[in-house]
């Protein structure tokens, strides 16, 4: 806490002859290090406390500038130690500035009476007439906006939500703002009613109004040219560049808007990146990603997903307005052109391709693809878990993860297999043995929820769904099991029985974050009752959700081996734990066999298509070689391969360990 004092009559009048100003000098506190030496053409109003100038700024290029005061309006402002500031154009008012922060060529800083910077404003997301508002907050969670938007049917707790989130604001509203230390601001247009953590990095903007940019030194925010955003909140380790437009928006943690990218009424979370297109009134959940001009998003709400050229929704059929709004599980990604009339629901990993306009649901058959043909939805089911696309899609993003910041907003979960997926798979395998059975198993066509299934999807399917089920409880018995010795089946019996209760029943993706659908509704009865009130007592509940994942995970996977396998856990053997972990080494296998199929084909000669521009066959597969590599050394394939061979040692190392048990 700095020491302040009064001007002396010398430094006054020094300060006079350097063409400075004042209402009243007396009401300009300074520290005991202050001198007058570096500032020069400032005009003091109101209340103003003055840190030392002692230290340089070396600016890109080698350009060195010593901290001072050189031209600029001051009004009830707090300088901080070692600050530069100079050439504001009009003043900076009601603002406390932190250390080390340079600030150059800036219109206007200014708070205009009690601000909440950005706290508590209401985003109209999913359905732009309002009905399903978020009111953002710094703390502001996936989870946390995922439940205040569609859990509409608790209006107790959207009441108590709307409570938690206002004391917040208004414990945090001030009329004075706050520009951190270390901050740079140079070449900016007005910033109104924003306050601005440490490191940020402001360059270039047009205008910045009623807004929090929550940039830290772990994790800066960086603000670049032409950018506009108005009642708005930016979190830490972000990127707004490039003429990007926000207006009643939240930015999640290291998210990138750029490239004129266009936003109304939206929610970004973690790693989100947005160029060159438009979205209006969308949940982007973690991982949502959209580079393409011609890409619009509207009242959507999606995660982990990829938009491609040209894909677009309608929130309305020109009746009661854009009141409609649609869905697109964890992981589903758009092709180039796909179109999307709401209301609609897709299966998580699912991709869809061509325009559809039947209002399908397919959220209980994951994994699969939706074509239009002839204007009709036709739905393959399962199909995506052979693609080599979505196995590189699961371990690109726990890579991409670009959150620097060790306070994380979001609980992700990266898992391509969880109880939430496999439920539906055990659902979506009922589906298709229902349609066969209703409809005969020698239809060419079956019908579910506006789509056609042809009779081989059908098939392929049920052996698809009954591959990954048979992965995932394998992969949970296994894990379970791993590095203890066992002497019995008493043994066995008693390491299966689950650590907790708490898993069973049905599992639910709160935007990134997989967990029981029972651990969810206590907490949401405990915001009800007020035993839950405070935002950080709500975020830390996500975070015990999503650190007992695994143990959870078991509890569930325990319950769904009788169903399954047709042999209660509490009565397995060892023999039964060598069934199961033979048809996981199958269902492990088989897949890898099948990715590895489906990545071969990028290496097929149709691929080649464009190479070796005027050669021959020998030049065109040398061309691709050099540029792509050849398939056998794709660092792909080879992991692919390895997995193969460690899950192989490790289904026959359990297998050995049970096998001694039999003897």
């Known amino acids: 806490m700095n020491n302040y004092r009064k001007l002396t009559e010398e430094e006054i009048l020094r300060l006079k002859s350097q063409s400075c100003l004042a209402e009243h000098w007396e009401h300009i506190d300074v520290t005991s290090e202050f001198t007058t030496e ?64 340079f600030i150059e060529n800036v219109d206007m800083l200014l708070v205009d009476g009690v601000s909440k910077f950005g706290n508590g404003v209401e985003v109209s997301v999913l359905n732009e007439t309002g009905g399903r508002e978020v009111l953002i907050n710094d703390k502001l969670s996936a989870h946390l906006a995922y439940i205040m938007a569609l859990y509409r049917h608790r209006p107790e707790l959207i009441a108590r939500l709307k409570e938690i989130t206002d004391y917040y604001a208004n414990k945090h509203a001030s009329a004075i703002g706050s520009i951190g230390s270390h901050v740079t601001i140079v070449n900016t247009g007005s910033i109104k009613n924003a306050r601005i953590g440490d490191y940020a990095h402001i360059s270039g903007a047009c205008r910045l109004s009623n807004g929090s940019i929550n940039s830290n030194e772990a994790a800066p925010v960086h603000i670049g040219d032409g950018v506009i955003c108005d009642d708005f909140i930016i979190s830490s380790g972000s990127h707004v560049d490039d003429g990007a437009m926000l207006t009643r928006c939240f930015v ?33 959940g973690p991982f949502t990603v959209t580079h393409h001009k011609s890409t619009l998003l509207i009242a959507g709400m999606f995660s982990f997903m990829n938009a491609g050229s040209g894909s677009n929704q309608s929130n309305h059929m020109y009746k009661l307005g854009p009141i409609h709004q649609g869905t697109l599980e964890r992981g589903a990604k758009t092709t180039s052109d796909s179109y999307l009339l709401w209301p609609a629901r897709v299966g998580a990993f699912s991709l869809v391709m061509g325009r559809h306009v039947t209002h399908s649901d397919t959220s209980n ?151 029981p659908k029972s651990e969810v509704d206590t907490l949401i009865a405990d915001i009800e009752c007020g035993k839950v009130n405070k935002l950080k007592d709500i975020n830390a509940e996500f975070e015990r959700m999503h650190r007992n994942y695994y143990t959870y995970e078991w509890t569930w996977a325990y319950e769904m081996l009788e169903g399954f396998y047709g042999v209660k856990p509490e009565d397995m053997t060892a023999a039964d734990i060598i069934r199961i972990v033979e048809k996981w080494k199958e269902a492990v296998i088989g897949l890898d066999h099948m990715v590895y199929e489906d990545a071969k084909k990028e290496f097929s000669m149709a691929s080649m298509t464009g190479f070796g521009a005027d050669g021959s066959r020998l030049e065109k597969e040398m061309d691709f070689e050099q540029v792509r590599g050849d398939f056998e050394s794709n660092p792909f394939v080879t992991a692919v391969l390895k997995h193969i061979e460690v899950k192989s040692a490790l289904g026959d190392e359990l297998i050995g360990r049970m096998k001694s048990i039999l003897l």
């Open 365 to 515: 058959l994951p994994f699969s693809y939706l074509i239009e043909q002839n204007n009709m939805t036709y739905l393959v089911p399962g199909v995506n878990l052979r693609s080599v696309g979505t196995i590189r899609d699961a371990q690109k993003w726990p890579k991409r993860d670009g959150r620097k910041d060790p306070h994380k907003l979001d609980f992700i979960n990266y898992n391509l297999l969880s109880p939430y997926t496999v439920q539906k798979m055990f659902k979506g395998r009922d589906i298709l043995l229902n349609l066969r059975s209703a409809s005969g198993e020698l239809s060419d066509i079956y019908s579910f929820h506006s789509a056609k299934i042809r009779n081989s999807s059908l098939m392929k399917g049920i052996r698809f769904y009954e591959i990954a089920i048979n992965k995932f409880l394998g992969n949970s018995v296994i894990k379970r099991l791993e590095e203890i010795e066992f002497h019995s089946n008493e043994e066995i019996r008693a390491r299966l029985r689950p650590d907790t209760p708490i898993g069973r029943g049905e599992w639910v993706d709160i935007s990134g974050l997989i967990a």
């Open 252 to 284: 999640g943690q290291a998210c990138k808007l750029g490239h004129n990218y266009s936003a109304s009424d939206s929610l970004f979370f973690s790693n989100c990146q947005g160029e060159n297109g438009e979205a209006c009134a969308i949940f982007a």
């Open 38 to 101: 570096y500032i020069h053409h400032v005009r003091f109003s109101g209340v103003v406390k003055l840190g030392m100038f002692q230290s340089e700024f070396t600016l890109p290029g080698g350009i060195r500038k010593h901290s001072g005061l050189r031209h600029v309006t001051l009004h009830n402002v707090t300088v901080g130690d070692n600050c530069c500031i100079e050439h504001i154009q009009n003043y900076i008012a009601n603002y406390e500035i932190g250390h080390d922060t």
